[in-house]
C-alpha cells in the first residue's frame, strides 16, 4: 500500500491499560494473542500509570546504524523501522543503541522485535481509536516536525514522569 | 486435549516444597469448564469426603486459582480464586480482574492448586515452566501498595538478571494479600493492581494460614490455541460494539448508582440496613468525577469498558489516598452503609479498605452491624477499645478497620465478619444479636436490597443462592435468565467479566465457548446438566459446613432478618418482602434445581448428575 511516512502520537497518561493495542498487534504480526510477542508493550510497573512502549522512529535512527548484520532497514514510505529475521543474529545491539531501550527480542524465536508501522496501517492505532481512548494517533510525519528522538525512553523513566503526573509526590514511594 | 486450555496446572505443597504439575482429563473439564465449576469438581474430589471436618484457615483447606478457556479471549480479562470458604464454609468462585489469568496461560497454565501451609512466609514466582517458593519475610506485614511496589521490583529485576539479552522485561502480574489477610481476617481479600479484589469467600484468610504473601506470575508464550480464532475475533467484535454503544459504564462506572440505587430504587445499605434510601446529591458521581478522578477509564486485559477510574484526594486531611472510582458496592458500603455521604470521606475509606487488604462490602457490613450495637447500647465504648462509632464518623470506622485488619482489640472479634462475630457478642452480652447481622451463609449481602422490588435481586436471590449474600451470584427464575445464579456459574467458570457480556445476546456466550473449545454447547446444556451439576456440588458443600459453623438447613435458606423489617422511609416506605412470598418462591426454586421440600439436592437429581458420592456424603443430613 504506498503510503506517507507517519508517526504515532502518544498521549500516554491517558492510557487505560487495556491492552487492546498489544493484541491486535500480535494478531496482526503472529495470528495470535500473545502479548509478550507483540511489537507495542504496555507497562504498568505502578497500578495507573499503565502506558505504551514502542518505537517512536529516531531521527538518525540510532539501532538502524548499530546493527552488525545489516538486519535493520528504514521504510522509506512509512518512515517504519523494519527488520529481517533472517539476518537478525540476536545480538542485542539494537537495545543498547535505542535510548529508550525499546526493542526486545521475540519470545520463542531468535530475532528483534520492533514496530513496523503495520505498512502504514497501524492497527494498535485502530483498537485505541475504536473504544474513543485515543491515547495513540496517526499522524504524517511531514507535518509532525519535533525530534520524535525524545520519545525513545526507557520504561522506568516514563513510569516516574506518569506516576508523579497522576499521583504527585508519593508517587516516586509506589516505584 | 481440548482447544482453548493451556492443558495443565501447577500444583504446590507449602508444607513440604514440592511443586509439580497437574493434568484434568478432558471429561473433567467438559463437565465443568474451568474457575468456579472446577474448583467445586477439585474441593469435593480431595476434601469432599471429610468436608465438615476441614477447617478453612488449616493447612488441609486448598488455595485454587483458576482461569477458564475463555480467559485472555472475551474481553476483560479475570482470575478465579477459591477454596473451602473461611465465610460460609462452602465453596465461592471469587473473580477479581486484572492480567494474573493471563500471564498464567500463557506461562502455559490454566491454574494453581496450593495445598498445605509455609513455616516462614513466602511467595510463589513463576516464569514459564519454572516455579520456585521465594522468602517473603521482607514484604510480610506491608500494605498492598507497598507489596506490589516491593514484588514489582524484585520480580522484574529477577527477569532482567536471569534474561538479560531479552530486553526490557515488562512487570509480571501479581495476586496478593494485605495485613488483614496475613492476620486471618475472614473479611479479608485476594488482591491486584491495589485495588482489585476476590472478596467474596474470604481467600485472604486462606492466602494468611497458608503463610503466602503472593503469587507472581510471567508468561512469554502466547495463549493456548482455540478452536477458530476467527470466530472468536467475529465475536469478540460484536461484544466490543455492544459496549461501545453504552456509554453508561464506561463513562461512569458503578460508580454513578451511588446516588441512583437510594434515591430511586430504594435498595442501598443505609446505617446497616434500618434504611434503604437517601437523596443526598452530595453521591452524584460528579462529585467524584470532577475532585478526585486523575484517570477517568482504567481497565484490564482486553477489555473495551475500562470501568475503573482512579481517584487521587491531593489535599486536605486525607491527602495521599488512592483508590478505584469507588465503585458501586464500596461507595455504598463505606459510605451511606455508614452514615456517611462526603465523597472525600468514601474516596479515603475506600483506600485505607485496599491499602489493609479488606473486602469494602463484608468489612463495611460488618463496620455497620458494630456501629448499629453501639447506636442500641448494646455494645458501648468501653466494649469498643474507647471508640464511638456513631454514624458518619469516618475517624471512629478507620481506626476499626485498623484493628480489624490487626485483630487487635475488638477488632479480633470483629475481625470474624458479622455473622460470626454476631454468635460471639451473643454470647458475652447474653443477649440474641443476630437480627442486626445483616448475611446469608456467613456472606454479607450485596449492597442491592430486595424490600423495594425496584433493584435486580429477587426476594430468593440471596436466601437460595449457594454463595450466600453474594450480589455477583443470585438464585433467580426463570433458570434461563442472565440473572441466574446458572447464568453466573457460567461466567466464573469459563472466567471472564460479564459486564462485558451484559449487553449482548445471552446466547453469545456458549458461542463463545464453542469457538475456543470446539466442544458444543447451548443454553438446555448448561441449565439442565453441566451448571445444574456444579450447582449441586456447591449445595452439599455448603450443607456440609465446617467445624466451627453449619447452616440449618430449615432456617438458613433465608433472608436476613431485616429484611422483612418494612422500609422507614423513601418512596417505598412501608414496603418489605411477604413471609409466605419467600416461603412460595423458595419451594418453586428448590423444585426447578432438584431440591426436596426441605432444600437438600434429591438422590435421583444427583444420581442423574452422576453424582452418587454427593448423595452418600448427604445421607447424614437427611
Not at chain 1, 503472529?30 to 517512536?56: L, Q
Not at chain 2, 483458576?66 to 465465610?87: A, D, E, N
Not at chain 2, 488483614?180 to 475472614?186: H, I, S, Y
Request: charged share 25%.
Amino acid at each position: 500500500m504506498p503510503t506517507e511516512p507517519i508517526w504515532i502520537a502518544r498521549d500516554l497518561s491517558k492510557c487505560s491499560g487495556c491492552r487492546r493495542c498489544e493484541i491486535a498487534c500480535s494478531l496482526f504480526h503472529e495470528k495470535r494473542v500473545w502479548p509478550e510477542a507483540s511489537r507495542i508493550r504496555v507497562f504498568m510497573f505502578v497500578p495507573g500509570t499503565d502506558f505504551p512502549h514502542f518505537c517512536a522512529q529516531c531521527e538518525g535512527y540510532p539501532c538502524v546504524g548499530a546493527c552488525p548484520t545489516n538486519a535493520l532497514s528504514v521504510n522509506n514510505e512509512t518512515s517504519a523501522v523494519l527488520v529481517d529475521p533472517e539476518k537478525c543474529s540476536a545480538c542485542g545491539q539494537c537495545i543498547d543503541a535505542c535510548p529508550g531501550r525499546i526493542p526486545h527480542m521475540h519470545p520463542k524465536e531468535n530475532h528483534i522485535l520492533i514496530c513496523d508501522l503495520c505498512g502504514g496501517d497501524p492497527q494498535c492505532v485502530k483498537a485505541c481509536q475504536e473504544g474513543l481512548w485515543n491515547v495513540l494517533q496517526k499522524v504524517a510525519r511531514t507535518w509532525y516536525t519535533y525530534n520524535q528522538t525524545l520519545y525513545a525512553r526507557k520504561p522506568e523513566e516514563i513510569a516516574r514522569d506518569l506516576a508523579a503526573k497522576i499521583y504527585g509526590e508519593q508517587g516516586k514511594e509506589f516505584l | 486435549m481440548i482447544p482453548g486450555y493451556a492443558g495443565k496446572c501447577l500444583e504446590v505443597d507449602l508444607s513440604t516444597g514440592d511443586i509439580k504439575d497437574i493434568k484434568f482429563a478432558d471429561d473433567v473439564l467438559r463437565e465443568y469448564v474451568g474457575g468456579r465449576g472446577l474448583a467445586a469438581k477439585i474441593l469435593w474430589d480431595r476434601l469432599g469426603s471429610k468436608w465438615e471436618t476441614v477447617d478453612p484457615l488449616g493447612s488441609e483447606n486448598i488455595l485454587l486459582l483458576l482461569t477458564g478457556p475463555l480467559t485472555g479471549y472475551f474481553p476483560g480479562g479475570r482470575t478465579c480464586v477459591s477454596g473451602k470458604s473461611p465465610q460460609s464454609n462452602g465453596v465461592v468462585g471469587s473473580t477479581l480482574s486484572g492480567e494474573f489469568g493471563i500471564e498464567l496461560r500463557c506461562a502455559g497454565y490454566d491454574g494453581i492448586v496450593v495445598t498445605g501451609q509455609a513455616e516462614e512466609p513466602v511467595y510463589l514466582y513463576v516464569k514459564d515452566s519454572d516455579a520456585e517458593i521465594r522468602d517473603a519475610g521482607a514484604v510480610w506485614g506491608k500494605d498492598a501498595k507497598q507489596t506490589v511496589a516491593a514484588l514489582t521490583r524484585e520480580c522484574r529485576g529477577l527477569l532482567q538478571d536471569r534474561f538479560p539479552g531479552k530486553g526490557e522485561w515488562k512487570e509480571p502480574s501479581m495476586l496478593y494479600i494485605g495485613p488483614a489477610g496475613e492476620n486471618k481476617v475472614r473479611t479479608a481479600i485476594v488482591g491486584a493492581k491495589w485495588t482489585h479484589a476476590a472478596g467474596y469467600g474470604g481467600y485472604g484468610a486462606v492466602m494468611g494460614s497458608k503463610r503466602l504473601k503472593a503469587v507472581v506470575v510471567k508468561g512469554s508464550g502466547a495463549l493456548p490455541e482455540v478452536n477458530s480464532l476467527e470466530k472468536i475475533l467475529q465475536l469478540n467484535e460484536i461484544v466490543s460494539a455492544d459496549v461501545y454503544r453504552n456509554e453508561l459504564w464506561r463513562r461512569w462506572g458503578t460508580g454513578y448508582l451511588g446516588y441512583e440505587v437510594a434515591s430511586k430504587k430504594s435498595s442501598e445499605p443505609v446505617k446497616n440496613w434500618q434504611e434503604e434510601w437517601h437523596d443526598k446529591k452530595s453521591l452524584g458521581v460528579d462529585q467524584y468525577e470532577n475532585k478526585f478522578w486523575v484517570k477517568s477509564y482504567w481497565g484490564d486485559f482486553g477489555c473495551p469498558t475500562t470501568c475503573l477510574k482512579i481517584a487521587v484526594i491531593k489535599e486536605g486531611k486525607h491527602k495521599g489516598a488512592v483508590t478505584d472510582a469507588p465503585d458501586y458496592e464500596l461507595q455504598a458500603y463505606l459510605g451511606p452503609n455508614l452514615g456517611i455521604y462526603t465523597p472525600e470521606d468514601i474516596v479515603f475509606l475506600s483506600s485505607l479498605i485496599n491499602d489493609l487488604g479488606l473486602c469494602g462490602l463484608q468489612t463495611g457490613n460488618t463496620l455497620g452491624f458494630a456501629a448499629e450495637l453501639f447506636q442500641r447500647g448494646i455494645l458501648t465504648k468501653d466494649d469498643l477499645d474507647g471508640i464511638e462509632p456513631v454514624w458518619g464518623s469516618t475517624e471512629a470506622f478507620e481506626v476499626l478497620a485498623r484493628k480489624i485488619a490487626h485483630r487487635e482489640g475488638i477488632g479480633d472479634i470483629l475481625a470474624e465478619g458479622a455473622a460470626r462475630a454476631a454468635l460471639k457478642i451473643g454470647k458475652i452480652k447474653n443477649i440474641d444479636v443476630s437480627p442486626y447481622a445483616v448475611h446469608v451463609a456467613g456472606i454479607g449481602v450485596g449492597a442491592h436490597g430486595i424490600r423495594s422490588g425496584k433493584d435486580y435481586p429477587q426476594i430468593i436471590s440471596y436466601a437460595c443462592s449457594v454463595q450466600g449474600g453474594d450480589h455477583t451470584s443470585t438464585a433467580y427464575l426463570p433458570l434461563s435468565d442472565p440473572s441466574s445464579e446458572l447464568a453466573m456459574i457460567f461466567h466464573d467458570s469459563a472466567v471472564y467479566c460479564w459486564f462485558n457480556m451484559y449487553y449482548s445476546e445471552p446466547k453469545l456466550k456458549f458461542d463463545f465457548y464453542e469457538a475456543a473449545t470446539g466442544q458444543e454447547s447451548s443454553q438446555n446444556d448448561w441449565d439442565n446438566i453441566k451448571a445444574l451439576r456444579i450447582l449441586q456440588l456447591q449445595r452439599a458443600m455448603l450443607l456440609l459446613g465446617g467445624p466451627d459453623l453449619k447452616w440449618n438447613l430449615k432456617t438458613h435458606d433465608d433472608n436476613p432478618q431485616r429484611f422483612y423489617e418494612p422500609l422507614p422511609s423513601g418512596p417505598f416506605k412501608c414496603k418489605t418482602v411477604d413471609r409466605s412470598r419467600v416461603e412460595k418462591e423458595r419451594r418453586q426454586y428448590y423444585q426447578a434445581v432438584g431440591w426436596d421440600e426441605n432444600g437438600m439436592p434429591t438422590t435421583q437429581v444427583l444420581k442423574k448428575l452422576g453424582l452418587e458420592s454427593v448423595d452418600t456424603a448427604l445421607r447424614k443430613l437427611r
